[in-house]
C-alpha cells in the first residue's frame, strides 16, 4: 500500500497550510497539498473548481485523503461564513468525495467539516458586513432562543430576547439565519457520507462556541443524527478548528504506522482541568481526551509507560478574567495564581526529562499567547530545547491540536531510536517557531507594534500597503526576542503578515 497523503486544507493561514505540512515532514510519510495560489485570501474564496481538478489529477496513488469540507464547498474557513452558495450547489460540490473513492478503491478519507461559529462581539473583520453593528445582539439571540428551546431561559433573559429581536435589521437576521441552515443541513448530509462509507472518519468542530447559542443548538441535533445512525465511534464533535488538519494527519500517521500512542498527563492545575476555556464549550479535560484520540492516541494512567508526557498548563479563574474581551490580548500582562502551582509543574517536568522521559507543553492559561511566568520557569530550568513540543497559539483547541500531533509523530521516532538528523532538524524547526510565534509574537511583540500603528495610519485589522513595513518591525523585534529567551536554537527566520493584520503572523524558518 502506497504511504502518500492527500491534506486539502481549511484555508491558506500557516496555521491551516504550513503547520500541518511540517509535522507530517519529521515523518518518512510523502504528504502532498495544492497549490497556495488557488487556496483564496481570506474573505475571498478558493477557486474551488481550480481545487477540484487539481485533486482528481493528483488522487490516484493517494492513500489518505484529509480533507476540509468546507474548503470543498465553500473555499475556506471566512468564506463559509459569507457565502450565498445553494443547498444544491454544495451538495452537488459534495459528491467530488464519491468520485474519489470511484476513482481510487483503496482510498481513505478523513473529512472535517466545521459549525459555523457566532462570535460574541462586534466585528465584520472574518464575518458579514453587518457584524460590525449586529455581531453582539445576533451572539446573544442565538444564546438566548438556545436557552428557550432548552426551558432554561430567565424572564430576565425573554426580556433582553423581546428587545433584541426589535434591534437587528430583518433582511440581516433573515441572511445570517439562512446561511447557517444551509451549513448545518450540509453537517447532516456529509454525516450521511460517513453512514455510506464514502468518509472513513469524520470530525465536526464547533468554531468559536459557547454552552448556549447557534452552534449548542447545531451540535446537539447533530449529535443525535449520528447517535441515530449508530455512528458515535467514527464522528467525533468538539471546540476546534484550524487545527484539525494536524488532528487528522497525526490520526493517519497512527493508522499508517499500525500504531496506538499512549499519552499521560499532568496539570498545572487540578481545578484549572474542569474550568471552560474561552470560546469552548466544556471543561478542558474532556477537550483534552477528544483531541488525544481523534488523533488516534490513548490516555494511560502511567507516566512511566507512556509514550510521552502530556504536561498542560489550564486556564484559571483568573485568567479567565483576563481574557473576558477578544482584545484583551493588547493589554496581557503577567499574574500570579494561587491556584497554579507552576513551581511544582516545571519541578516535575524537569524530573521527568532528566528521568529519559519525552515531554510536551500545552500552555492554555490563555488565549492568544504564551503564560511568560511559565515560559520564563521553562528557561530559568534550561528546559525549551529538551521539550518534545510547546504550543500556547490562539484557543485552547488550538494549541492542544498542533502539540498532540507533533508530539505523536516525533516520539514514535525517539523511542524506535530512529530519528534521523534531518527528521530531528524538522521537529526542532516546529518546536523553534512556536516560541518565536506564541512566546514572542503573541505575548510580546504584537502588542508593542499595535501600539505602533497609529503612527503610520493603521490598525490593528489593516495594515494596508504598510504590510512589508510592519513585518520588517516584527521581524526586528522577534529577532532581539530570540536573542535574548532562545539563544540555544540557531536558525534563521522571515516574517510576513498571511491576512494584512495583527491578529496572526508568518514565519518561515530557514537553516
Given at each position: 500500500m502506497n504511504k502518500k497523503v492527500m491534506y486539502i486544507p481549511l484555508d491558506e493561514r500557516p496555521c491551516n497550510y504550513i503547520y500541518p505540512k511540517m509535522i507530517m515532514d519529521i515523518s518518512d510519510i510523502e504528504m502532498i497539498e495544492p497549490p497556495l495560489d488557488i487556496l483564496g485570501n481570506k474573505k475571498s474564496?478558493?477557486?474551488?473548481?481550480?481545487?477540484?481538478?487539481?485533486?482528481?489529477?493528483?488522487?490516484?496513488?493517494?492513500?489518505?485523503?484529509?480533507?476540509?469540507?468546507?474548503?470543498?464547498?465553500?473555499?475556506?474557513?471566512?468564506?463559509?461564513?459569507?457565502?450565498?452558495?445553494?443547498?444544491?450547489?454544495?451538495?452537488?460540490r459534495l459528491e467530488l468525495i464519491k468520485e474519489l473513492k470511484t476513482m481510487n478503491r483503496n482510498l481513505r478519507v478523513y473529512g472535517f467539516n466545521l459549525i459555523m461559529r457566532s462570535p460574541s462581539y462586534n466585528s465584520s473583520d472574518e464575518e458579514p458586513d453587518y457584524y460590525e453593528d449586529y455581531g453582539e445582539k445576533i451572539f446573544q439571540y442565538g444564546v438566548i432562543s438556545d436557552k428557550l428551546e432548552l426551558n432554561v431561559a430567565t424572564d430576565e433573559d425573554i426580556s433582553e430576547y423581546n428587545k433584541i429581536k426589535n434591534q437587528i435589521p430583518m433582511d440581516v437576521l433573515n441572511d445570517f439565519l439562512n446561511r447557517r441552515?444551509?451549513?448545518?443541513?450540509?453537517?447532516?448530509?456529509?454525516?450521511?457520507?460517513?453512514?455510506?462509507?464514502?468518509?472513513?472518519?469524520?470530525?465536526?468542530?464547533?468554531?468559536?462556541?459557547?454552552?448556549?447559542?447557534?452552534?449548542?443548538?447545531?451540535?446537539?441535533?447533530?449529535?443525535?443524527?449520528?447517535?441515530?445512525?449508530?455512528?458515535?465511534?467514527?464522528?467525533?464533535s468538539y471546540p476546534g478548528a484550524d487545527e484539525v488538519g494536524c488532528t487528522l494527519i497525526a490520526r493517519v500517521f497512527n493508522e499508517l504506522k499500525n500504531r496506538k500512542p499512549t499519552v499521560f498527563i499532568r496539570y498545572s492545575?487540578?481545578?484549572?482541568?474542569?474550568?471552560?476555556?474561552?470560546?469552548?464549550?466544556?471543561?478542558?479535560?474532556?477537550?483534552?481526551?477528544?483531541?488525544?484520540?481523534?488523533?488516534?492516541?490513548?490516555?494511560?494512567?502511567?507516566?512511566?509507560?507512556?509514550?510521552?508526557?502530556?504536561?498542560?498548563?489550564?486556564?484559571?479563574?483568573?485568567?479567565?478574567?483576563?481574557?473576558?474581551?477578544?482584545?484583551?490580548?493588547?493589554?496581557?500582562?503577567?499574574?500570579?495564581?494561587?491556584?497554579?502551582?507552576?513551581?511544582e509543574f516545571v519541578e516535575a517536568l524537569s524530573y521527568y526529562i532528566s528521568k529519559?522521559?519525552?515531554?510536551?507543553?500545552?500552555?492554555?492559561?490563555?488565549?492568544?499567547?504564551?503564560?511568560?511566568?511559565?515560559?520564563?520557569?521553562?528557561?530559568?530550568?534550561?528546559?525549551?530545547?529538551?521539550?518534545?513540543?510547546?504550543?500556547?497559539?490562539?484557543?485552547?483547541?488550538?494549541?492542544?491540536?498542533?502539540?498532540?500531533?507533533?508530539?505523536?509523530?516525533?516520539?514514535?521516532?525517539?523511542?524506535?531510536?530512529?530519528?534521523?538528523?534531518?527528521?530531528?532538524?524538522?521537529?526542532?524547526?516546529?518546536?523553534y517557531l512556536r516560541y518565536l510565534e506564541d512566546w514572542g509574537y503573541q505575548h510580546f511583540v504584537r502588542s508593542s507594534v499595535t501600539e505602533l500603528l497609529g503612527t503610520y495610519g493603521l490598525n490593528y485589522f489593516t495594515l494596508k500597503d504598510k504590510g512589508k513595513l510592519i513585518s520588517d518591525i516584527i521581524k526586528k523585534k522577534l529577532y532581539e526576542f530570540s536573542e535574548k529567551n532562545l539563544n540555544d536554537f540557531h536558525y534563521n527566520f522571515d516574517v510576513y503578515m498571511p491576512w494584512n493584520r495583527m491578529f496572526e503572523v508568518g514565519i518561515k524558518i530557514g537553516g
Open positions: 474564496a478558493a477557486d474551488v473548481d481550480k481545487l477540484k481538478y487539481w485533486i482528481i489529477n493528483n488522487i490516484n496513488d493517494v492513500s489518505h485523503l484529509v480533507v476540509s469540507v468546507d474548503m470543498l464547498l465553500y473555499g475556506g474557513i471566512v468564506p463559509s461564513r459569507l457565502h450565498r452558495i445553494t443547498y444544491n450547489e454544495c451538495i452537488k441552515r444551509v451549513n448545518h443541513i450540509i453537517n447532516l448530509n456529509v454525516v450521511d457520507l460517513v453512514k455510506e462509507g464514502i468518509i472513513d472518519f469524520l470530525i465536526i468542530p464547533m468554531d468559536d462556541c459557547s454552552k448556549y447559542g447557534f452552534s449548542a443548538r447545531e451540535r446537539r441535533k447533530i449529535m443525535k443524527y449520528i447517535s441515530d445512525l449508530d455512528l458515535t465511534d467514527r464522528v467525533y492545575s487540578e481545578i484549572g482541568s474542569t474550568l471552560i476555556p474561552r470560546y469552548e464549550d466544556r471543561s478542558l479535560n474532556e477537550t483534552v481526551k477528544y483531541h488525544i484520540i481523534s488523533a488516534g492516541g490513548v490516555i494511560i494512567d502511567s507516566s512511566s509507560d507512556a509514550d510521552f508526557i502530556l504536561m498542560v498548563n489550564p486556564p484559571s479563574e483568573f485568567t479567565l478574567r483576563l481574557s473576558e474581551s477578544w482584545d484583551s490580548i493588547l493589554s496581557k500582562i503577567d499574574i500570579i495564581d494561587p491556584e497554579r502551582n507552576l513551581n529519559g522521559k519525552l515531554c510536551s507543553v500545552a500552555d492554555v492559561a490563555m488565549p492568544n499567547g504564551s503564560d511568560n511566568q511559565l515560559m520564563q520557569l521553562i528557561k530559568k530550568y534550561n528546559l525549551l530545547k529538551k521539550l518534545l513540543s510547546y504550543g500556547g497559539w490562539n484557543t485552547s483547541s488550538n494549541t492542544l491540536g498542533t502539540v498532540i500531533p507533533h508530539s505523536m509523530i516525533s516520539s514514535y521516532y525517539f523511542k524506535k531510536n530512529i530519528f534521523s538528523k534531518d527528521q530531528l532538524i524538522a521537529s526542532e524547526k516546529f518546536l
